[in-house]
């Protein structure tokens, strides 16, 4: 997937103005990495359609910005990070509900399946508006991998799981990726998660491209110090695998 002089905002105050990001890959996951308030959000919303943007965004042959957005909600899914409050439906039916809206047949085969790989199938019969927050993203997360998309974005999906579904989802999501051969952009905070999990890295500063590329080329001691003003080195565990520890903040 291609993005090129991509520029969105709210009103009249651009976030991001003329990004172009290298080719996002097929099959695996593209880890979104930047501080607080520097545009991920932002620009999974303009991805998705839902937030005004100019550019171009091509993806498998087709631009985006011309799609109609049924067509492009069709290929492109995009879950917030946080679901709707107060829908009165079965988690079951949620995931229903989300199936029809891509345009799918409605399974209740295909829906219990991605609940069971989500390890949450023992909740179809809850009601949303009672589960715990993880619960909830974790329904979320089934919502989404159900519709089927090319482009699955995903912002903060692990910010209320415990270690072991935050483990279980990036395995999950990469199975889902691998399998299918979409394109996966995951907004995480966790850097290791991001080292760990990811295939490629983008990370953003103040709406603009810092860096790019396989973890450990895009995650290093000067880009922590340029993208989140820390000290910070890359060294590896017991078991071989790439890990940060912080030393500080820079002042
Ligand atoms: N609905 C909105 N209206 C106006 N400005 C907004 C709106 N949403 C976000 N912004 C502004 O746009 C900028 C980028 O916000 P965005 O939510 O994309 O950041 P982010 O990188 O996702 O941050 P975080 O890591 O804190 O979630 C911020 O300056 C924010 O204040």
């Known amino acids: ?45 303009a991805l998705a359609g839902l937030n005004p943007a100019r550019g171009e965004v091509s993806l ?16 492109v899914v995009f879950l917030p990070q946080s679901l709707p409050q107060g829908v009165h439906l079965h988690v079951l039916e949620s ?3 989300a199936q029809r809206a891509s345009g799918g047949e409605a399974s209740i085969d295909d829906a ?11 909740l179809a019969m809850h009601y949303l508006d009672r589960l ?6 974790l329904v979320g997360l089934a919502q989404s991998l159900v519709r089927k998309p090319r482009l699955l974005l995903l912002d903060e999906p692990l910010s209320a799981l415990d270690l072991n579904h935050q483990f279980q989802v990036m395995e999950q999501v990469a199975r889902e990726t691998r399998e299918r051969n979409i394109i996966t ?30 973890p450990e080329r895009a995650i290093t001691e000067q880009t922590l110090a340029e993208v989140y003003g820390v000290r910070g080195r ?9 890990h940060v520890l912080l030393d500080g903040v820079l002042v």
């Open 112 to 122: 219990m399946r991605v609940l069971a790989r989500l390890g949450i199938e023992h």
């Open 185 to 214: 952009l995951i907004v995480v905070h966790d850097i290791n998660i991001a080292l760990r999990h990811g295939d490629h890295i983008v990370m953003l500063k103040a709406g603009k491209l810092v860096a790019s590329g396989a």
């Open 60 to 75: 498998e042959g087709e631009n985006l910005m011309t799609l109609p957005f049924a067509q492009r909600a069709k290929r």
């Open 1 to 45: 997937m291609n993005i090129r002089q991509l520029s969105t905002g709210y009103g009249k105050t651009p976030v991001i103005s003329g990004l172009d990001l290298p080719d996002l890959p097929r099959g695996k996951i593209t880890v979104l990495l930047g501080p607080n308030g520097c545009g991920k959000s932002t620009l999974l919303r």
């Open 132 to 137: 715990s927050g993880g619960q909830k993203q």
């Open 234 to 242: 890359v060294e590896r565990c017991s078991q071989g695998r790439p």
């Open 95 to 97: 995931v229903i509900v």
